[in-house]
């Protein structure tokens, strides 16, 4: 099922820290508002309730021939207005917004009357309307709207918005407090999966982080030991048998019995050979430096040996760019691919050479009995056979593993398949 979430840990926990921030920020100023909606609510109410009595008591308290003068005071003073109230007057409602001018209006009219009347307009003069009665006649009063709005400052904005900031900082500081060692951790067991032994991960940071990352560097200090210990006791054992086998065979070839002789010969021959694998795969070829190679040349000299061992062995070799190899290494490689291919491909054997995106690729294609997709895996590992067509009970089981390690070791692919007709399809991919 697919998500809208981004991928990575870092994206996620930044993701979730700045909702958590928002949302809590949003809550605080919903809970600020109402806390502040009340007591506002009350002031601007008295405040209108005051101007209107004071308004009208002037008023009243005013000889006729005076009125006119006190209007104009307190229009030029105070910035009020007052108006007699007309027929025609064109009123418009007050808005609905912010909340706190509908609880105003309900409390001035509590203290003024029912019959008072609001408009945020009139004949076109916006202002917050107030209308009164002094008798029969009835006046209205405009305030000016900065009395009873309170516009959000200036300064809070700013404030608030360089801690929005500060906090959004903090979150991708903690993060990527956790996201980056687990990235470095991935990083390096992608390493180790690669048969690479990767640099130890700096045991810094929390107590989780600095425990992982030092049992991650003593698992793969273990790994490497272990390998180093069994390609030398690997190389060791064969080294040790080349002297026996050598004494063997020179006794085989002074036997009188010829068809002994060629037996014994042929079980040395054999056996030697199962020696070269082993010794083979316990070098690791890690010290063996990459040098520009042309890859015709260097299929072409491994080809060589199996001409005459093969019914048939096709070139079809595309003319590639020089690429950095490790020679030595990709020869035991290829030769392992022709070996197995010569001995149970059945027929004609075909090497193809090739550019595809950027890399080269050797593929070697026999038309013997394949291997299932479902052990395609499994033997790549060491000391696996099969049992099947393709099996040799009397092998190391190191071939294809050699390959293998051969492409891990040049941040490549080895990848088998179905050749079309029957068959197997083994790729050598290098970058």
């Given at each position: 099922?697919?998500?809208?979430?981004?991928?990575?840990?870092?994206?996620?926990?930044?993701?979730?820290?700045?909702?958590?921030?928002?949302?809590?920020?949003?809550?605080?100023?919903?809970?600020?508002?109402?806390?502040?909606?009340?007591?506002?609510?009350?002031?601007?109410?008295?405040?209108?309730?005051?101007?209107?009595?004071?308004?009208?008591?002037?008023?009243?308290?005013?000889?006729?021939?005076?009125?006119?003068?006190?209007?104009?005071?307190?229009?030029?003073?105070?910035?009020?207005?007052?108006?007699?109230?007309?027929?025609?007057?064109?009123?418009?409602?007050?808005?609905?917004?912010?909340?706190?001018?509908?609880?105003?209006?309900?409390?001035?009219?509590?203290?003024?009357?029912?019959?008072?009347?609001?408009?945020?307009?009139?004949?076109?003069?916006?202002?917050?309307?107030?209308?009164?009665?002094?008798?029969q006649d009835e006046?209205?009063?405009?305030?000016?709207?900065?009395?009873?709005?309170?516009?959000?400052?200036?300064?809070?904005?700013?404030?608030?918005?360089?801690?929005?900031?500060?906090?959004?900082?903090?979150?991708?500081?903690?993060?990527?407090?956790?996201?980056?060692?687990?990235?470095?951790?991935?990083?390096?067991?992608?390493?180790?999966?690669?048969?690479?032994?990767?640099?130890?991960?700096?045991?810094?940071?929390?107590?989780?982080?600095?425990?992982v990352s030092a049992?991650?560097?003593?698992?793969?200090?273990?790994?490497?030991?272990?390998?180093?210990?069994?390609?030398?006791?690997?190389?060791?054992?064969?080294?040790?048998?080349?002297?026996?086998?050598?004494?063997?065979?020179?006794?085989?070839?002074?036997?009188?019995?010829?068809?002994?002789?060629?037996?014994?010969?042929?079980?040395?021959?054999?056996?030697?050979?199962?020696?070269?694998?082993?010794?083979?795969?316990?070098?690791?070829?890690?010290?063996?430096?990459?040098?520009?190679?042309?890859?015709?040349?260097?299929?072409?000299?491994?080809?060589?040996?199996?001409?005459?061992?093969?019914?048939?062995?096709?070139?079809?070799?595309?003319?590639?760019?020089?690429?950095?190899?490790?020679?030595?290494?990709?020869?035991?490689?290829?030769?392992?691919?022709?070996?197995?291919?010569?001995?149970?491909?059945?027929?004609?054997?075909?090497?193809?050479?090739?550019?595809?995106?950027?890399?080269?690729?050797?593929?070697?294609?026999?038309?013997?009995?394949?291997?299932?997709?479902?052990?395609?895996?499994?033997?790549?590992?060491?000391?696996?056979?099969?049992?099947?067509?393709?099996?040799d009970v009397t092998?190391?089981?190191?071939?294809?593993?050699?390959?293998?390690?051969?492409?891990?070791?040049?941040?490549?692919?080895?990848?088998?398949?179905?050749?079309?007709?029957?068959?197997?399809?083994?790729?050598?991919?290098?970058?």
């Amino acid at each position: 099922m697919k998500t809208l979430l981004p991928g990575s840990l870092l994206a996620r926990a930044f993701l979730l820290i700045v909702v958590l921030i928002v949302a809590s920020l949003s809550a605080s100023v919903v809970i600020l508002r109402h806390a502040q909606q009340e007591p506002q609510a009350q002031q601007m109410s008295q405040l209108v309730a005051s101007v209107v009595n004071l308004t009208r008591a002037a008023v009243l308290s005013a000889a006729p021939e005076w009125r006119g003068a006190l209007l104009a005071e307190l229009a030029d003073a105070e910035g009020l207005r007052v108006h007699l109230a007309d027929a025609g007057d064109v009123l418009a409602a007050l808005p609905d917004q912010p909340p706190e001018l509908a609880l105003m209006v309900k409390k001035v009219r509590l203290k003024l009357g029912e019959e008072t009347r609001f408009a945020g307009s009139r004949n076109g003069i916006d202002a917050l309307w107030v209308s009164f009665y002094i008798g029969q006649d009835e006046f209205w009063v405009a305030l000016p709207r900065e009395r009873i709005e309170h516009p959000v400052s200036e300064v809070l904005l700013v404030w608030g918005g360089v801690l929005l900031l500060l906090a959004l900082s903090g979150a991708y500081f903690i993060a990527r407090q956790v996201a980056y060692p687990l990235r470095r951790l991935a990083q390096a067991a992608k390493q180790v999966g690669r048969g690479e032994q990767p640099h130890p991960l700096p045991e810094q940071g929390v107590q989780e982080v600095m425990a992982v990352s030092a049992a991650f560097n003593q698992m793969s200090a273990d790994l490497a030991s272990n390998e180093r210990e069994r390609a030398l006791v690997l190389a060791g054992i064969s080294h040790d048998l080349r002297t026996p086998l050598a004494r063997v065979r020179l006794a085989a070839e002074m036997t009188d019995d010829e068809s002994l002789r060629d037996g014994l010969i042929a079980d040395v021959e054999q056996m030697d050979a199962v020696i070269r694998q082993f010794l083979d795969y316990a070098r690791l070829d890690e010290s063996e430096a990459f040098v520009l190679t042309d890859m015709q040349a260097l299929v072409r000299e491994v080809t060589e040996r199996f001409m005459s061992s093969a019914n048939s062995i096709k070139l079809e070799l595309q003319a590639v760019p020089a690429f950095t190899v490790r020679p030595l290494l990709l020869k035991r490689a290829l030769a392992n691919l022709l070996d197995n291919a010569v001995k149970y491909g059945g027929g004609e054997v075909t090497v193809q050479l090739y550019n595809e995106a950027g890399k080269a690729v050797l593929a070697v294609i026999d038309q013997g009995g394949g291997i299932p997709d479902a052990q395609h895996d499994s033997v790549k590992r060491p000391f696996i056979r099969l049992e099947a067509a393709r099996s040799d009970v009397t092998g190391s089981g190191l071939g294809l593993a050699i390959v293998e390690r051969s492409a891990r070791l040049h941040h490549g692919e080895f990848k088998l398949g179905e050749r079309e007709g029957g068959g197997l399809v083994a790729k050598l991919i290098l970058p």
